[in-house]
Structures are given as C-alpha cells and as structure tokens.
C-alpha cells in the first residue's frame, strides 16, 4: 500500500533584524503559498511554512478533499531553515515542497556611521569609505548617513538537493524586477537547473498584479504561461503529474 502523500509549502517573506526594534524585508504576504497549499490537499496532506500569522490562525488544521493542513510560522531566515532542516531531516516521508516563500537573500551584519565617501579614482563603479560602527540595541537616529552591512544568507532551495539529501519533487519560485518576459524565461530555466529543481514558477514584479497578472511555469521539456488565479492549481496538476512520473520510474 503506498504511502500518504505530504507536501512542504513555503509562504510569506522573512524579516531580518537591524536592531532589536528595525528590520528589513519585502512587500509579499503569503497569499501564494496559502493557494498552493489548499490546492495540494488535492493530493494528500500539506505543512504550511509561512510568516503569515492570520493565515496560520485561520487555516490551521483545514481539511482538503486528501489531507489536512497544518501551520508553522517563521519571521526570520534562520527560523525557516530550521524548519526545513528538521522536517527535511526526520525520516518522514515528503512527497513534494513547493518554496513560494520570498527567502531574504542578505541578513544584516553591522550598523555603520558613514565618516567620509571618496570616489576610488580608479574605478567609477567604486567608493572608498570610512565608517564607524555603530551598532546598538536601536541605533541612534542622530547620523547624517548610515550604512547596514548585508551579509549573503544561505540559499535555502539549494539545500533540498545537497545537504538534505530530498529525492522528491521539488518547486522553486523566482522573482525578477526590471526584465523582459523573455529575459525571465532564460534567467529562470537556468535557475532551476541550478537548484536541481523539477519545475519553476517565475514572474516579474510587473506581473504580480493587473490585467496580465501571472507566472511562468518551467520544466525541462516545456514552459507554460498561467494566470494568477489558475496557478495555484497548474502547480497541483504538475505535481501530481511529476509524481506519477517517478513513481513509474
């Protein structure tokens, strides 16, 4: 007898301390993940990762037509990964994870007074600066400029196919800004190949919202342009059908 599917869904962004009281993030809130979610109870039962905390109060413990949903909430970069590696790390069987979730991609590392700005002189794309720190519980607001020093986070879709060792099917999300539709399309191909990903959804933030509002699913043997609100269920059909597909395999 085969299995009870369960799927990972990431969703909402992370928050990245300054200080004890600012922090740095981004504009998206959840809702991605709160469809794929609902959609793929379709297919078995789902956790949801996300840094929404209404959605975890309001659908936690949703039965779908196959599974029920269960909620966790994160705010922080390092509080999804530990999330991830211990359900990645368990022993128990994931079908499939979907990381709709917007990942930060630097986490703060310093706060700085900014003493003095000099063009390099050899290189126009180059400033020397001096900087004094200035880290505190909440950094003064008394500073002509300042600067945050961004650290590189650790990638988190790259880990399902390293260190977590993850031989499911795997979903990754990718946002552009400030390229052509075609432009994406070559950017996220390279991209899930990259991450050793079954599939990629990508969009623009142009097609966020609005008439033409959408995203492109990517495979190695086809790229599909969807609808905002056909999405959520084009990625349940794909991976029920990416499923199939290795378990024929």
């Known amino acids: 007898m085969a299995s009870k599917k369960h799927f990972i869904v990431t969703g909402g962004s992370t928050r990245e301390y300054i200080d004890e009281v600012r922090v740095w993030g981004n504009i998206f809130t959840g ?3 709160l469809a794929v979610a609902r959609a793929l109870l379709d297919l078995g039962d789902v956790t949801l990762l996300t840094s929404n905390t209404q959605h975890a109060s309001e659908h936690d413990g949703y039965y779908g037509k196959a599974g029920m949903l269960g909620v966790e909430t994160f705010e922080t970069h390092a509080e999804l990964h530990d999330l991830l590696q211990e359900r990645m790390t368990s022993g128990d069987h994931v079908s499939g994870v979907a990381m709709a979730a917007a990942v930060a991609d630097y986490t703060p590392a310093g706060s700085f007074r900014v003493v003095d700005r000099k063009p390099d002189g050899t290189n126009p794309q180059r400033e020397v600066w001096v900087v004094e720190n200035v880290d505190a519980p909440k950094v003064k ?3 002509g400029e300042m600067a945050v020093l961004g650290r590189q986070t650790l990638k988190l879709v790259d880990q399902f196919r390293t260190a977590w060792g993850f031989g499911g099917v795997l979903v990754k999300f990718k946002l552009e800004v400030g390229i052509s539709e075609a432009d994406l ?4 191909a390279a991209s899930r190949a990259a991450s050793g990903a079954d599939a990629i959804v990508a969009n623009t933030l142009e097609m966020v919202q609005g ?3 959408g995203a492109y699913i990517i495979t190695p043997e086809a790229t599909k342009r969807v609808g905002r609100a056909e999405l959520a269920g084009e990625i349940r059909d794909l991976m029920a059908a990416l499923l199939s597909k290795q378990a024929a395999a």
Do not use: D, I, L, R
């Open 31 to 33: 809702g991605t993940g």
């Open 141 to 143: 607001s008394n500073h």
């Open 185 to 188: 399309v070559k950017v996220a």
């Open 211 to 213: 008439a033409k509002a």
